[in-house]
């Protein structure tokens, strides 16, 4: 046995080699979060309730892109694409949009002076900004947003044991006055500054996660009685999985316990900002909203620190599908997509949740064949039921050119749709598992995917193309008595010429018949058919005007015995006029069978 490498020199190929095992990994140096973390059921919160809900309606969103996204990029955006993210952002519906750092950036500072004072931010929309429990920050910041119509003043500062511990080295006692002295200050310059701004306060006990519940529920409380809220103006709490570090149950309960015991709940917005550091950033924040959070923070297509925040286009998508208006949209996903990467230069993955190319994409071909029905079903029913798509592509602005592809994994059901959805060409189920043998050599030869092209030429050299031993020349079809028609043609067999005379109750009847006396009869053989089809060629955009398509079945038997030799096969025929069309499609069938070479039709 030989390979051939990419250099095209042959060698003999080498056995491979099993490579010693990995060591076990260490995981001595692991804890269980839940082996030290613990939340106990207490009379407020006398057990889980959030396993028993369902979501039925969707939160507050607040995109914060512009800032803790890009704080997470490579590039940092600039000017321009900062702008034309928020207004886009602004296009999508979000009405809650953090804008900046900026006490941290003048390049945000200024973005965010230019977005009030040029008036691009709409009246029902609520700019947001961050700071932390710094007054010299605190104080820029008041100043930034000056002139604004709507504005939240996020405030936050890190409340974990392991930062309390190892960065600030600090108590508790230390970290719950920064906060409040924070909150104080930030309520103490509204008042005097900010006359005609209607300000919300947002306050984030930053790496809530890793934070005990008793801590962050005191820390969170102090802030409330500072900053006096009422229903009508809520303060928001804002309780961040700045690290993921437990399964998402674990946030619901946490989140839950916090809205089991928090002061003034009618006064209180529940904020989450789940990260996705285990990769369940999407579970922590439906289990969350679940658990009774009333807004989520996140990112489009889950951009930010690390493995990046949560994904606010998936979680839309997600409420979409069960039915909920999740109050932006995303009807034009391309779009979306476009803007995004441009602004970040980060790419969304061919397989990303409702987002990636691939995602619409079957090269199974069970998958195919199941898409393929479901489609054909759904076609006047007014609720979406297509197996393995659970959202209907065009609703998001993709195509359905995507959703079938074909590659070595592909079966016919796949083939048949491209065929008849590209090309209009619509074939017996037979015939689809016969075309498709020819693709999968194909696919096989090259182990690449096979564009629609290569199958339309695959199909046009099998069936159309071929035009020996055996082509139509010329015929003239005349009736005759009773429902008998009369069918006179010359066809060419082997290079030569034949004059063919056939009766029958159709033209192909006649003209078998014709061939079977003619032509074949000398070679003892006959030609008989089956599985006879024909229809006009459906309109796509790759159809030619209202050609005909007529398909059938050939089979080579001997003339004195009537044993079957070989196997049969398919011809297809193409033309403006249906009678030739399915004298075409004889024509085809007759050429395969003598291609397949189990056929003696001729000499």
């Not at 119509?149 to 974990?160: A, D, E, F, L, M």
């Not at 104080?184 to 006990?205: C, F, H, I």
């Not at 679940?290 to 839309?316: H, P, Q, Y």
Request: aromatic share 8%.
């Amino acid at each position: 046995m030989a390979v051939t490498e990419s250099n095209g020199h042959e060698q003999a190929a080498k056995k491979p080699r099993l490579e010693e095992r990995l060591p076990p990994m260490n995981v001595q140096k692991y804890r269980s979060f839940q082996s030290w973390y613990q939340i106990p059921f207490d009379e407020k919160w006398p057990k889980r309730s959030w396993p028993e809900k369902r979501l039925t309606k969707a939160p507050r969103w607040c995109t914060v892109d512009l800032r803790d996204g890009n704080q997470a990029l490579i590039n940092p955006m600039n000017h321009e694409k900062k702008l034309r993210l928020f207004l886009h952002l602004l296009k999508l519906g979000y009405k809650e949009i953090e804008v900046g750092f900026p006490a941290a950036s003048q390049t945000d500072f200024d973005f965010i002076r230019y977005v009030i004072e040029e008036g691009l931010v709409p009246d029902d929309c609520w700019i947001q900004v961050l700071t932390q429990c710094r007054e010299p920050l605190i104080l820029r910041t008041i100043e930034g947003v000056k002139g604004a119509k709507n504005v939240v003043i996020h405030v936050y500062n890190s409340t974990s044991e392991l930062q309390r511990r190892v960065v600030f080295k600090k108590g508790r006692e230390e970290i719950k006055n920064l906060a409040i002295e924070s909150v104080g200050l930030v309520k103490k310059l509204v008042k005097e500054r900010m006359a005609g701004t209607n300000v919300r306060l947002e306050y984030s006990p930053e790496s809530f996660t890793g934070t005990e519940l008793d801590f962050a529920l005191d820390v969170c409380n102090g802030v409330v009685d500072v900053w006096e809220p009422t229903p009508e103006n809520q303060v928001i709490l804002n309780l961040p999985g700045t690290v993921e570090m437990a399964t998402p149950n674990v946030y619901a309960d946490q989140i839950e316990w916090m809205c089991a015991h928090i002061k003034k709940r009618d006064c209180v917005c529940i904020s989450i900002h789940p990260h996705n550091d285990r990769g369940t950033g999407i579970a922590a924040a439906e289990l969350a909203v679940m658990a009774g959070a009333d807004r989520v923070e996140g990112c489009l297509f889950g951009n930010g620190e690390r493995t990046g925040n949560v994904c606010l286009v998936t979680l839309a998508l997600n409420f979409f599908t069960q039915g909920i208006d999740p109050e932006v949209s995303y009807n034009s996903l391309e779009e979306t997509i476009g803007v995004a990467e441009y602004c970040t230069e980060l790419k969304v993955p061919e397989r990303y949740p409702w987002a990636g190319s691939l995602v619409y994409t079957a090269f199974s071909g069970s998958h195919q064949d199941a898409i393929k029905k479901g489609l054909e079903a759904n076609k006047k029913a007014t609720i979406w039921e297509v197996p393995y798509l659970p959202i209907d592509p065009q609703d998001i602005g993709r195509h359905y050119e995507a959703i079938i592809r074909v590659n070595s994994q592909s079966g016919k059901g796949g083939i048949a749709y491209i065929l008849e959805q590209e090309y209009g060409i619509a074939l017996p189920k037979d015939c689809q598992a016969e075309f498709a043998q020819v693709v999968q050599k194909i696919s096989d030869k090259t182990s690449r995917e096979i564009a629609f092209q290569q199958i339309w030429d695959a199909f046009y050299q099998t069936y159309i193309l071929p035009q020996e031993p055996m082509a139509l020349l010329d015929y003239e079809l005349t009736k005759a008595t009773g429902d008998e028609v009369e069918l006179k043609a010359r066809v060419r067999a082997c290079g030569k010429e034949h004059e063919i005379l056939g009766k029958g109750n159709g033209p192909v009847s006649a003209f078998v018949g014709g061939l079977n006396r003619s032509v074949f009869g000398a070679q003892g053989m006959e030609v008989h058919l089956s599985d006879y089809h024909s229809e006009a060629r459906s309109q796509c955009k790759n159809a030619e005007g209202s050609e005909a398509v007529a398909s059938v079945r050939c089979q080579a038997v001997t003339k004195t015995d009537q044993v079957k030799t070989g196997k049969p096969r398919f011809g297809v025929g193409l033309h403006m006029n249906t009678n030739t069309a399915v004298l075409k499609a004889v024509i085809s069938g007759i050429n395969c069978l003598c291609a397949a070479g189990d056929a003696k039709l001729f000499a």
